[in-house]
């Protein structure tokens, strides 16, 4: 078995949240994740850390419920475990480059072209996580990154939706973007029941159609996003 780790690892300096006036009133802005070092009081010269983590940079667990309309919804602790352990999951392939959208035909083809299975968790490959590119080019991470637009957001939720399926994960770092066309922001979108695994990398390590995933949130009591592991198994 072989076991890919499709998480995108917490570091200070990592790109998030710059150029999105919306999340300039946290706290963390434009700094989404700091670590603070504690020496410890203790004399055996134990050390500690003291993290500073906005819900949105590196790999995440998005729940419906952080959306007004979807409020009442579960939080992450009310999430079974069984609901992310070994689910199996095809491999959407819609190969994009800096800033490019992924259009409503594109996914569509994409999707017959894969083996998709009743139920399956999709993994949405567009190969911009790979080639360790987040450590590479600071925030152009995320300005740059590939994106939806809100045709093709939806789109998703009606495929996913007809499939059976809940959970989805991304290589971009944002769903959402600019059309530099329309001016229009747009692309994320989730539905009721549903979960999102934003800004995954290392899709490329996946050589086959299907896998399992195994996914762990930080376990936050009330949150509706958080951090998380998540790693795929192909037998």
């Known amino acids: 078995m072989k076991i890919i780790d499709l998480t995108a690892p917490l570091f200070e300096g990592q790109p998030g949240m710059v150029g999105f006036g919306g999340c300039r009133t946290s706290p963390t802005w434009p700094q989404p994740f700091v670590a603070t070092e504690t020496r410890s009081w203790d004399?055996?010269?134990s050390r500690f850390h003291v993290y500073t983590i906005f819900c949105e940079p590196g790999t995440r667990f998005i729940?419906?419920?952080?959306?007004k309309e979807y409020r009442d919804g579960p939080t992450i602790e009310k999430i079974p475990v069984e609901k992310l352990m070994l689910r199996d999951a095809v491999v959407i392939d819609i190969p994009k480059r800096d800033d490019e959208i992924v259009q409503t035909e594109e996914l569509e083809?994409?999707?017959k072209k894969a083996p998709v299975k009743k139920g399956d968790a999709l993994i949405i490959r567009t190969g911009w996580g790979d080639d360790g590119r987040h450590y590479k080019?600071?925030?152009l991470y995320k300005e740059n990154s590939p994106h939806f637009n809100v045709a093709s957001g939806n789109k998703l939720m009606e495929l996913m939706e007809k499939n059976g399926s809940d959970l989805w994960t991304y290589d971009m770092e944002s769903m959402s973007g600019l059309d530099k066309k329309t001016f229009t922001r747009g692309g994320?979108?989730?539905?009721?029941?549903?979960?999102?695994?934003?800004?995954v990398i290392n899709c490329g390590a996946i050589t086959k159609p299907r896998v399992k995933l195994i996914i762990l949130p930080l376990k936050a009591k009330?949150?509706?996003m958080a951090p998380c592991s998540i790693v795929a198994l192909e037998e």
Do not use: K, V
Not at 63 to 67: E, G, T
């Open 188 to 199: 994320f979108t989730i539905r009721a029941g549903m979960i999102a695994i934003g800004g």
């Open 63 to 67: 729940l419906a419920s952080f959306r």
């Open 137 to 139: 080019i600071g925030n």
């Open 222 to 224: 009330g949150g509706h």
């Open 43 to 45: 004399p055996d010269g």
């Open 109 to 111: 083809a994409a999707f």
